[in-house]
């Protein structure tokens, strides 16, 4: 099993520029997480999936960020138009039956994105 | 939602003793606890969970006990080594399959 994989692994581009992050989560999970990462706010979930269905995307920042999922091997984050202030790494995870049937989380490398 | 806190936020120790982490939570609904652990510009890797149904669950040099009642978890690690340095990182479920993080501890093992 390859994990979880993300793409790009580094990401540099100007303020206001669109951005978008990659995932395919490990074969046969049924939940996909975004999580940024950041030193002041540590991690936090962005958005989560079950089979494909957005289920709580509370932590979504503003409506510049946007993710989709639109088949069960494949799920981006959108940022349109980035800011300096979402200068961060992304991490994508998956899970098999979600953390409340006790599955963990399995994270990807990750996306560091820096907004200039 | 779910509150976990965690600490210390550093600590520093000999190679050889032991090193305990520490977190709450807020929501008594809460029945899973995993730890992770990120190594400087990697991802996090779970290295042991807990359920509400025990106590304690150990695997080699790394422990974790449950005290549902005060709302509090804590990661034990014997005989630290080099490697062990990390930053650790707490969870709990905060309502479905939320999972909320600790700030996390920065881990040193000196030699």
């Known amino acids: 099993d390859a994990g979880v994989i993300q793409s790009p692994r580094h990401e540099v581009t100007e303020m206001g520029q669109e951005v978008t992050l990659r995932c395919k989560p490990i074969s046969g999970h049924d939940y996909l997480f975004w999580y940024r990462q950041t030193m002041m706010r540590g991690l936090e979930l962005l958005i989560y999936?079950?089979?494909?269905?957005?289920?709580?995307d509370s932590g979504m920042p503003e409506d510049r960020f946007s993710a989709k999922m639109p088949n069960a091997s494949f799920s981006t984050l959108k940022i349109q138009p980035s800011e300096p202030r979402d200068s961060a790494v992304y991490f994508c995870a998956s899970s098999s039956r979600g953390t409340y049937n006790n599955s963990p989380l399995h994270f990807g490398n990750g996306t560091r994105l820096t907004v200039t | 939602g779910e509150n976990v806190e965690q600490h210390p936020s550093t600590l520093s120790v000999q190679e050889g003793d032991s090193a305990v982490i520490k977190c709450t939570y807020s929501?008594?609904?809460?029945?899973?606890f995993p730890w992770y652990k990120q190594e400087l510009g990697k991802r996090p890797q779970l290295i042991i969970d807990i359920r509400s149904n025990v106590g304690e669950k150990k695997d080699q040099r790394i422990a974790v006990t449950l005290n549902k009642t005060a709302k509090h978890f804590s990661l034990h690690i014997t005989e630290t080594q080099p490697e062990d340095s990390a930053v650790y990182f707490c969870?709990?479920?905060?309502?479905?399959?939320?999972?909320?993080f600790g700030t996390g501890t920065q881990l040193k093992v000196e030699l």
């Open positions: 929501d008594s609904a809460s029945n899973y």
């Open positions: 969870a709990a479920p905060g309502g479905g399959n939320k999972l909320t």
């Open positions: 999936f079950n089979n494909n269905v957005p289920i709580d």
